[in-house]
Structure formats: C-alpha cells, structure tokens
C-alpha cells in the first residue's frame, strides 16, 4: 500500500500529506522517483524534505524541525483553493464505487448506530486538491455502493442533472479535483473520470479478482490491462524499512 501511494506522487508536485501510510509513501516518493516533491501537512507544516524521525501525529516536534513553514491549517488550505496543491491523501470508514467518502456516521446520520469523527479537511482536500487518492482497509462493510452520509466528494452520484463523474463535479462548483486512485490492502483502483466509477487496476500478491470482488459491495469492473499489482523493489523495501524501522505503520 505503501508503495502504490507512492507511485501516485510525480516529480515536483505538492502534496498533501495525511497521517500513517502517506506519511511513509511520501518519504519513500522523495528518496526514489520524486526528489522535487513537497509534503504539506494538515497541522500547518510544508516541507521539502521527510522528518528525519518516524512521525506518530503531524504535529510532532521532528515534523516541525527543519520545516520550510510552520503555518496554520487554513493558510495550506488556501494553497489547495489557489489550485496550488496537485494530490490529496485520505482514508475513510466507508467508500463507494464513485469515490464518494463517509467519514460521519454509520446510519441515519440523525441518529446513528456509529459516529464517527466527521471531517477534519478531509472534506477540503477531496474537493480542492487536483487529484485526490483515497486509502483504506478492504472489506465490504468499507467498500460499499452507496455509503451512508458523503463527507468528502468523490464523482457524487447520476441523478436527474446528469452522470455522475467529473461532470457531476462541475455541476456542484468542484470544477477540478476528484479521486485518482483508491488503494486498499487488496487492491489498486483507478477511476473513469467521464462515469466516475472506479476500475479494478490491479489485485495485490496473494490476491485474486475473485477474493478483491467477496470483499467489495459492488459488482466490479475491470481495466483491460487489469494485473497482478507490481511487488514493491529491493530499495523501495529498503527505505520503508529504514523510515518505520519497528513496524509501526506497516506491521
């Protein structure tokens, strides 16, 4: 997982980083193919290198230490209005086939059966962010095809407008953005932008489209180069074992 999220950062972007596995991805995406990448982070940091310790919160003091600015939430948040932010990291509780995220409650959002903790700028970075790549545990409760409250917007849903997809999106006033890719701990999605459903890219090692379908609440659809994920290399190994030396987000 952490090398799918990773591969989803080029050369020279600004990226907005979030906290566990995309707090690796980008180290691992600055010491191998993107050395000109720049880390934001939701507590008001940017960056241009990694923190040279292992980060348990964003806020940490080595996240802060060398920093290019410590600023506040809403000034990073601008950059991402400006346009100035090319991909957003995100998890969620639920998804769906459209990319649409519930990180609100589990229910009648009224009356729940779980709350969640609610949006954070998760909601921010979905919908100003260029490209946006969702990252989650796979199982069919997560991976749902309609979820129960949209927090953060995916490509909404078809209604009496239009398609759903980056139309959907212009309608709505979101005239960028949207989700790339959706990594979970089966698979890499990625999404057609004209529809807005997601397309099975590739199945982890160890993993068959058949288990990747058991666990996911829609009917798949496969890209017609849909393969086995490409394994993680000798030196991309080696840094992310170097940056979490004891497992902590990648026990």
């Not at 410590?70 to 995100?90: N, R, S």
């Not at 779980?114 to 990252?135: H, M, Q, Y």
Request: net charge neutral; glycine share 12%; with cysteine.
């Amino acid at each position: 997982m952490v090398v799918c999220a990773a591969r989803q950062i080029q050369d020279g972007e600004r990226v907005f980083v979030g906290m566990r596995l995309p707090l690796l991805a980008f180290a691992l995406a600055k010491r191998t193919h993107a050395p000109h990448c720049v880390g934001l982070f939701e507590a008001g940091i940017l960056r241009d290198t990694p923190a040279a310790e292992l980060l348990y919160t964003m806020g940490d003091a080595p996240n802060i230490t060398d920093a290019l600015w410590a600023t506040g939430t809403a000034k990073l948040i601008g950059l991402m209005a400006a346009g100035e932010v090319q991909l957003g990291f995100i998890g969620g509780a639920e998804v769906d086939r459209y990319g649409n995220l519930n990180t609100t409650a589990i229910g009648n959002w009224q009356h729940p059966t779980v709350r969640l903790p609610g949006s954070g700028g998760a909601a921010d970075i979905a919908s100003l962010s260029d490209r946006l790549a969702i990252i989650m545990q796979h199982d069919r409760r997560r991976l749902r095809e309609k979820v129960d409250y949209v927090t953060s917007p995916g490509y909404g849903y078809p209604d009496e407008h239009g398609s759903a997809g980056a139309a959907w999106r212009e309608r709505v006033g979101l005239p960028r953005g949207g989700p790339a890719a959706l990594i979970t701990t089966l698979a890499l999605f990625t999404f057609d932008r004209e529809n807005g459903e997601a397309v099975l890219q590739s199945y982890h090692p160890g993993t068959t489209v058949e288990q990747v379908q058991a666990q996911t609440g829609w009917t798949l659809r496969l890209a017609a180069n849909c393969k086995e994920t490409v394994p993680p290399g000798v030196e991309e190994l080696r840094v992310i074992r170097e940056c979490d030396p004891q497992g902590k987000w990648t026990r």
